[in-house]
């Protein structure tokens, strides 16, 4: 069945999605009930002469990006506030690159996002990337998602193994409230549709776009609790950088991503992803967390193992409990970079490569989708 007959599914499931959510920087202060999750507007539509400007999707998700204090000093304690179409309005500079259009999924902060949410904000995005005239966006040439930081690297690695379209899409957000001193969101979404909007983003898989710089949604993790410049890809580099009104890039992706990918978001229940538990490595750890995952279902363990692998006895005991179980156990690293090996079998565990352990539990995750056999999964690790 091809994206576009799917689509009214879909879009019957997003309407149901209605959620504006107030937060602060620690967490959830107020849930608000919306009766209208899909106020799309095309705020391009006074220049639709100028066909030739691109079209960019804007989904909007919160964030510190959409958030405001009390003051602009104020640049922990605040609450999100800002539609997609205010972050719109206020950088004038989009309509000189592109015809936006906004799509508000959520206005949550990021750790209020869910795997159910990475499904629908994947389906929302295929079915908007399909070529379609009358569809509910119309021909749409990149896409551009707002989102908290804290768990970006999250969706963004999902989007990348699960949107199979070569039309870039770009994860953004800020680290400073829309209200603070030297807001970073302004730019940040700018330079976001610069380079969702530029034809040499195509086919580089999902893109994190923050402080200037291009990252790879597979490598880009969170680095820094407050900095702007958080984004990082430890050991690997930037693709590139938004050098004055476009994308300078500098290398590409290698891993298989997007348009290759082998998996089917389309065809998953939001709320039916395998669930896939991370458990970490320290001095003394006895894998009384392992045991409760698998009382609690977990059809996969992800271990934040300590240097290239190595795990606590009492943890190993335990995950070799976990495997006789029937339960994947990929070993990660809880260090930040770096490789865990392959082709050593350690309890029949598979190697998650360089993934960090969020990551690494995401492609798990979209693995047991479609086997569960581990010399499977483990050729999945060695190849997205
Ligand atoms: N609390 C925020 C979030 O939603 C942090 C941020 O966006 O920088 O992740």
Redesign the pocket.
Known sequence: MSNRARLPAFAVALAALALSVG?S?DGISGAVASPCISSAIALGQELQGETRLPHVLIVAT????ASRAGSPENLSGYSVADTGEDLVAAVPAISDVARVTVEQYSNV???ALAPADWVRIAQLINGALEPQEEGPFGDVDGVVVTH????LEETAFFLNLTVRSEKPVVVV???RPASAISADGPLNLLNAIRVAAHPSSRDRGAMVVLNQEINAARDATKANTRMVQTFAARGLGVLGVVDGDRPVYYRGTERRHTHGSEFDVLVLEPENLPRVDISYTYAGSDGTDVDAFVANGARGIVVATAGAGATTRGQSAALRRAFEAGVIVARSSRTGSGRVGSGRSRGGSVSADDLNPQKARILLMLALTITENPGEIQRIFNTY
Request: glycine share 24%; charged share 10%; aromatic share 0%.
């Open positions: 937060a920087d919160g964030g510190t990006i902060p990021s750790t908290g930081t804290d768990a957000g800020a680290m």
